[in-house]
């Protein structure tokens, strides 16, 4: 059997890795009537990211080109992120970015800030003559109607290749895999959650830069 590697670190994209909530920004700026029907029947637990997005897709107008232009005028990604995947590359930490978001914006971003080899899961928009055509669910569970992408069957799969997994989230869509992971750096709402059960391995997070000076401290340090 293949040795495992000690760590694998698992982000969240939206209010995570970039502090803004790309996806929210953008579904608000180019929907155009019904938007508020369907943000509130997806907050209030109504229907599931899989089926607003359903909806969403035929009432977004724009191209590609014009998203992208605001995504890049209006994106803040987490000052101290690039410091923690230096980090990470620099003592053979694996990282992967699971989003219950959109390939297009997740993609440009990654790849403005050098973080291009950062792999990532999420859903995919695809566009005819630059114009939204149809969003689709590469990873999603069809036992679950929840999320768009199962970023728990994405943790499960890496679970025979990694000693330890390390989860940062900050919404809903990380409640479930958060549960599944040994340590957990969480804000927002994922944390205020996670906090009522006093679940183990959880820590609360402001920037990268906590979790990198965790690792730091507490010696996960593969290459020691
Ligand atoms: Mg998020």
């Not at 000690?6 to 929907?31: A, H, Q």
């Not at 970023?151 to 997994?165: E, P």
Request: aromatic share 12%; with cysteine.
């Amino acid at each position: 059997m293949a040795t495992k590697k000690p760590l694998l670190v698992i982000t969240d994209f939206d209010g995570t890795l970039s502090l803004t909530d790309v996806g929210y920004e953008v579904l608000l700026k180019f929907s155009g009537q019904g938007w508020d029907d369907i943000d509130r029947d997806y907050c209030e637990g109504r229907i599931g990211s899989r089926e607003a997005y359903g909806r969403i897709v035929a009432i977004l107008g724009g191209t590609r080109e014009d998203m992208l232009r605001f995504v890049a005028e209006n994106t803040v990604v987490d000052p101290h992120f690039k410091e923690f995947y230096a980090f990470c590359r620099e003592h053979g930490i694996d990282v992967k970015v699971v989003s219950d978001g959109l390939d297009f914006y997740i993609d440009f971003v990654l790849r403005k800030h050098g973080f291009a080899d950062i792999p990532f899961y999420s859903n995919v928009m695809t566009f005819h003559d630059g114009r939204p055509l149809s969003i689709e669910f590469p990873h999603a569970n069809e036992a679950c109607n929840k999320c768009g992408t199962c970023k728990s069957n994405i943790l499960q799969a890496s679970r025979d290749r990694f000693g330890k997994i390390l989860y940062v989230g900050d919404g809903y869509s990380d409640l479930c895999p958060a549960r599944k992971a040994d340590l957990v750096f969480a804000k927002g709402i994922l944390w205020t959650r996670m906090a009522q059960k006093k679940q183990q391995g959880l820590r609360k997070y402001r920037t990268f830069r906590d979790v990198r000076d965790f690792l730091s401290d507490n010696g996960f340090h593969p290459g020691r």
